[in-house]
């Protein structure tokens, strides 16, 4: 039966008229593209929005850096937003706010927040506590030590883990679009539901494509960003 199913979707590709059965096989090329260009941009504001969130509660999730209340605290608020997943979330902003890309960003946030800040506290607990110390001492207060103390030590895992999750919510908001959150998921929604079998196809190859090419530029950042050895520490 699967098999059945995956052979309707694929064209038939004759050798005398390839390049015309190839045009007809992606006749929205265009419209697809720009939907793409969409689901991008809200797995790349969620990851902003989340990334920034994680990292303020990262701070105080940290065992070796904050008392244990505010550890305790932080650490049941990302729990929540991390466990709760990302399509429930989006019919919930879907049905608050109506359809759209909004729904998707908020989502994919507040997902995002949750994974990237128990990632980032993580991180922060590996930091040495020296510097920490030493900001202490000069009269800086908590903030200034996390500031100054903590973060420099703690930026070659942040951004790896930021540019990771960012893979991962492009193929997050890519699925979103089946709830209404915007991106191409609505129109490959639509072609299921209309049997429009070989714009199935062309659609998944398009965002697998679109994956493989931010997963590629994605560790060519890592690489130029941070180098080879700090992501071998990371």
Same mark, same amino acid.
């Given at each position: ?11 038939? +590709? ?8 190839? =045009? ?22 969620? #990851?902003?929005?989340?990334? =920034?969130? %994680? ?7 940290? #065992? ?18 991390? #466990? ?15 359809l ?10 507040? /997902?995002?927040?949750? =994974? ?5 506290a993580?991180? /922060? ?5 020296? #510097?920490?110390? =030493?900001?202490?001492? $000069?009269?800086?207060?908590? $903030? ?32 979103? %679009? ?24 062309? &659609?998944?190859? +398009? &965002? ?14 890592? /690489? ?6 700090a +992501?071998?520490?990371?």
């Amino acid at each position: 039966m699967a098999a059945d199913y995956i052979g309707r979707t694929l064209p038939v +590709l004759r050798a005398e008229t390839l390049g015309a059965d190839i =045009a007809e096989w992606f006749w929205g090329f265009d419209l697809w593209v720009g939907l793409l260009l969409d689901t991008i941009l809200i797995g790349y504001t969620g #990851t902003v929005l989340g990334g =920034a969130a %994680g990292l303020l509660l990262s701070f105080p999730a940290a #065992t070796t850096l904050a008392p244990r209340w505010a550890v305790e605290l932080s650490r049941r608020v990302l729990e929540f937003a991390r #466990t709760v997943p990302t399509l429930v979330f989006a019919l919930i902003f879907v049905y608050a706010f109506g359809l759209g890309p909004l729904a998707g960003v908020l989502a994919i946030a507040l /997902h995002s927040m949750g =994974a990237l800040g128990k990632l980032f506290a993580e991180v /922060h607990e590996n930091a040495d506590l020296r #510097t920490v110390d =030493a900001v202490r001492a $000069t009269g800086g207060s908590w $903030t200034q030590a996390m500031r100054y103390g903590v973060l420099p030590q703690s930026v070659p895992g942040v951004l790896s883990f930021g540019l990771l999750r960012f893979e991962i919510n492009v193929r997050e908001a890519s699925v979103l %679009g089946l709830v209404g959150a915007g991106g191409i998921g609505e129109e490959l929604y639509l072609s299921v539901r209309q049997f429009e079998y070989p714009d199935i196809s062309a &659609i998944l190859l +398009l &965002i697998l494509a679109t994956v493989m090419l931010i997963d590629q530029i994605c560790t060519w950042l890592r /690489h130029r960003i941070l180098g080879v050895e700090a +992501l071998r520490v990371a």
